[in-house]
Structures are given as structure tokens and as C-alpha cells.
């Protein structure tokens, strides 16, 4: 019942177009929740200048004036207290309608995608794509959160809507930067297999992609004299896949310069690819759409407490009437179409299968 009251409460929420965000951390039970109750988030156009900030971040793959960095100040943390929501009101814009690529148009991509892989200019790039539905009459996002709960108990769950941002649902495995005082931690995630089930082995092209990952974050940390200690790689469940994951946990004495340590790992070659800049480039000029939010970071920068930050995978934009659901997969010399198409598909279904 109380669930239920919930679902009610934070769909009121986004109707009303009100500025939070609600999450559930990794083998967690509790949710912790956020709302900005006066005024609009802060609008900020630089990673670096999160240095400092509190709040609840919402940080795209690429800043842009239609998709700025997005901090909710936490006026309200508790959602037992939001009682009455009458003084909210704004309109809700439907997003673009994004168009789906078929297997024969992503093969495509994925051969203009895999040259600068094979004449050596890239080590890695990441590939995505989009899907867009038609949104049931019926569909809660506050419900669909709960069940995201239920069913993905190892992932940072979360549901949040801002009048820039819109409303995005998602689950995703994978931890940009956690911290507690001076003790910190980032993580080296790649490489997939499906279905999780039973002892997973691990072939050459997914080993490689976990290697390039960790190098590049390890060679990131080492700007900042940080030499953290390393645990993995090992084999880490997320929803219906397995991946490959390192843990580096690491000394932080100085918070001062969060935003700049930020910057310097995202976005991960996880998410991009390598070298970083060569890599981004390249998905900006011929992946066809925008990510938006998608690939980027969002998550809690409470530098008194606890700070929890994650990369924005395995997640969907809630329009008005369309749902819009994001996956990629990485590309390295040994990647072929088949095994990638059929990735993203696997990837789809943690948000297809709590959108009934």
C-alpha cells in the first residue's frame, strides 16, 4: 500500500513538472529521495565546476544548451513529506520523436563505426542507439520504479524528472565515483555476456575491452598522484547480463577539486571509447542522434556525507506519449555487427521488462 501511495505520489510529481530525483543504491532496500521546492535547479556548463557543489547532479554525455549539467538542491528529503503539490505548475513538452534503426541500418553504422578500429586510429569506440515506443495509457513511472527495485537489486535505480531534463527511468551497473570523507572509489566496467546464469567465461575481445578501460582510468587517477588499489577483474551481475568489472579504491584528502576529477574521467572509455577525445569526436559527428542524458552521470555530491555518482546506462527518457530506451556496446578489433546487434538487444530488455 504503501508502494502504491508512493507510485501515486512521485507521478503526481512529474505531472506537475517538480524537480526531483528518487534512487535506490546497489544491494540497498531503502530509497533516498530529493526535491527542489523553490525555484529551478542550477544550471551549470562546465564538469569542473561541480567543485564544491551539493545537490543531486544530472550531467549529459555531451553539454549543450539543450542538455546542461542539472543540480536539484535537496529542500526536501523526505517523501513521506510532500503532502500537497498544488503550488507546482508547469507544461510538459514531448520530446522529439527518435527514429528506430533497424539490424540493417545498425550494420551499417557498426562498419563506419569499426574503420577507425581497424586502421589502428581507435582502440575502442562505443556504439549506440536509441528505441523509441508508444507509452501504455496506463504506464506509472512511479510503479515502473518500484519494479525496476525489485528486479535489478545489484544496480543504482533511480527516476527523475527537471523541467530541462525531463523524466528518465533507468538502472545501471556501473559506479563513475563513490565517497565518504577521504576514502573514494571508481570503477572499470566492460566486457558482456548473456544469459548471466552459471560460471561465465570470458573470450579475448571482452578481457581487451576490461583492460582498456582500467588502464585508462588508472592513467586518469595518476594525474592526481593517486594510486589506488585494485580488486578484479571479476565477474559482476547486472539484470539478465554479466560484465566484467575493477574496483579502485583510492585516497581523496582534498575534495576541492572534485569537479576537475570528474571531468578527467568522463566519460570513461566504457561509454566513449579510446583515445577519449579522438573517440568523442567521432560519436559526435556520425552516431546520428543525440544521447542527451544518456551515457551520462547523475547521482547524490553530498561532500559532508556520502557521495554516490553513476553512469546513466541501461535507461529510457518518459515522454508524454513515447518511452525512449538507450543501449550501446563497445567496439574493439575483434567486435563483429551480429554479436553487438545482438547486445543491445539483451540490453534493451532491463527497460523493456518493467515497462508493462
Known sequence: MITHNNSQKLDYLIENNVSFAIFRLPNATAT???????????????????????????????????????????????????????????????????????????????????KPISDGTLKKIVLSRSKTITKNKGFSPGEAFYRAMDKYKHSYVYLINTPTSGTWLGSTPEMLLTGSR????????????????????????????????????????????????????YTTRAANLAHLRTDLVFQLTETNNLGKLINSLHPTPAVSGLPKEEAYRYIEEYEGYNRKYYTGFLGMIDLDNETNIYVNLRCMEIGKSLLTLFVGSGLVLSSTAKDEWKETEQKLKTMANIVN
Not at 542539472?70 to 508547469?90: A, Y
Not at 541500418?105 to 563506419?112: A, E, I, N, R
Not at 566486457?191 to 578481457?207: A, E
Request: a neutral charge; aromatic letters at 12%; one cysteine or more.
Open 182 to 233: 577521504n576514502i573514494w572509489q571508481t570503477v572499470a566496467l566492460a566486457g558482456t555476456r548473456y544469459p548471466n546464469k552459471g560460471n561465465v567465461s570470458w573470450d579475448d575481445k571482452n578481457l581487451r575491452e576490461q583492460h582498456l578501460v582500467t588502464s585508462y582510468i588508472l592513467n586518469q587517477l595518476a594525474k592526481y598522484k593517486i594510486t589506488p588499489e585494485i580488486n578484479g577483474p
Open 32 to 114: 533516498q529521495f530529493v526535491m527542489q521546492s523553490i525555484g529551478e535547479p542550477e544550471i551549470i556548463h562546465d564538469f569542473e565546476y561541480l567543485s564544491g557543489k551539493n545537490g543531486f547532479v544530472i550531467a549529459p554525455f555531451r553539454i549543450s544548451e539543450e542538455t546542461p549539467i542539472i543540480m536539484i538542491r535537496p529542500d526536501c528529503t523526505n517523501l513521506d513529506e510532500v503532502k500537497s503539490i498544488d503550488s507546482f505548475t508547469s507544461v510538459k513538452i514531448e520530446k522529439t520523436k527518435t527514429s528506430n534503426i533497424d539490424r540493417n541500418g545498425y550494420s551499417k553504422l557498426f562498419h563506419m563505426f569499426y
